[in-house]
C-alpha cells in the first residue's frame, strides 16, 4: 500500500543551521508529493508540492526535489529562522480507481529552532 | 471567507454524548475532506466527498462515526456515544479542480472526551 515515513524528531538546531527533513515514500504509480507545515496553534498549510520525478517543489526558502530513483523528497532550507518552528508533515497523493485522490501523511516532523 | 472554516475550535464533552463537527469549505471547492489528528501522530484519512456523494468512506474508524455534506458546500461530521480514543483534532479540507491540486486545511476542531 501507500505509505510515507519521514524523520523522527524532535529537530533542534539554531538560528541559520541547514535544516534537512528526510522523507521517503512507497506508491504505486505516479504520485504528487507534498510538504505542509503545522505552526503552533494553526492549521495545516502546504508549504511545497512536486508532481512528477525531478521536479523540485520551493517556496519560503524551502526546497524539495522528487527523487523517483530513492523513492524520496527530502526538505531541505539552507539557514533556518526561529519563525520556522514547526512540526512538517511529507504527504503523498494518488490517483485511486474512482477518480480521486486521497493524502497519505507522514507521522510529521518537528523543528525548533532557537536563536 | 477565503479559507476553510472549521466551527467549533474546541468541543469538551463527557464520554457517551453524541458531537457535531461542522467544516465550510472553500466556495467552488467541490472536493471535500476530513481528517483525524491525534496528539503527536499524523493525520489519518477519515472521508471523502467529491459534491454531495461520498465515494470514499473507508478511513471511518467504527459505526458511531457518520459524515454528511449538503448543498456541495458545508459538511458535518457526527460522532455518537463518545468514547475517550475519539479526543483528537478533526481537520477538514477542500479541494478545487485536478485530484494532484493541493488540500487546503482548516484550523480543525480539538475534541476532548472526558
Known amino acids: 500500500g501507500n505509505s510515507v515515513t519521514q524523520m523522527e524528531g524532535p529537530v533542534t538546531l539554531s538560528e541559520e543551521a541547514f535544516l534537512t527533513i528526510n522523507c521517503t515514500y512507497t506508491?504505486?504509480?505516479?504520485?504528487?508529493l507534498f510538504w505542509y507545515v503545522q505552526y503552533p496553534g494553526e492549521g495545516l498549510q502546504l508549504l511545497l508540492k512536486a508532481t512528477k520525478a525531478d521536479d523540485k517543489g520551493s517556496n519560503k526558502g524551502f526546497e524539495a526535489t522528487y527523487r523517483k530513483e530513492t523513492t524520496s523528497f527530502h526538505l531541505e532550507k539552507g539557514s533556518v529562522q526561529v519563525s520556522d518552528s514547526a512540526v512538517y508533515f511529507c504527504a503523498l497523493t494518488t490517483l485511486l480507481s474512482g477518480g480521486y485522490n486521497k493524502l497519505i501523511f507522514g507521522a510529521g516532523t518537528r523543528l525548533a529552532v532557537h536563536p | 471567507g477565503a479559507g476553510v472554516s472549521q466551527s467549533p475550535s474546541n468541543k469538551v464533552t463527557e464520554k457517551g454524548k453524541d458531537v457535531e463537527l461542522r467544516c465550510d469549505p472553500i466556495s467552488g471547492h467541490t472536493a471535500l475532506y476530513w481528517y483525524r489528528q491525534r496528539l503527536g501522530q499524523g493525520l489519518e484519512f477519515l472521508i471523502y466527498f467529491q459534491g454531495n456523494s461520498a465515494p470514499d468512506k473507508s478511513g471511518l474508524p467504527s459505526d458511531r462515526f457518520s459524515a454528511e455534506r449538503t448543498g456541495e458546500s458545508v459538511s458535518t461530521l457526527t460522532i455518537q456515544r463518545t468514547q475517550q480514543e475519539d479526543s483528537a483534532v478533526y481537520l477538514c479540507?477542500?479541494?478545487?479542480?485536478?485530484?494532484?491540486?493541493?488540500?487546503?486545511f482548516g484550523d480543525g476542531t480539538r475534541l476532548s472526551i472526558l
Open positions: 479540507a477542500s479541494r478545487y479542480g485536478q485530484p494532484d491540486q493541493p488540500q487546503h
Open positions: 506508491a504505486t504509480g505516479y504520485p504528487s
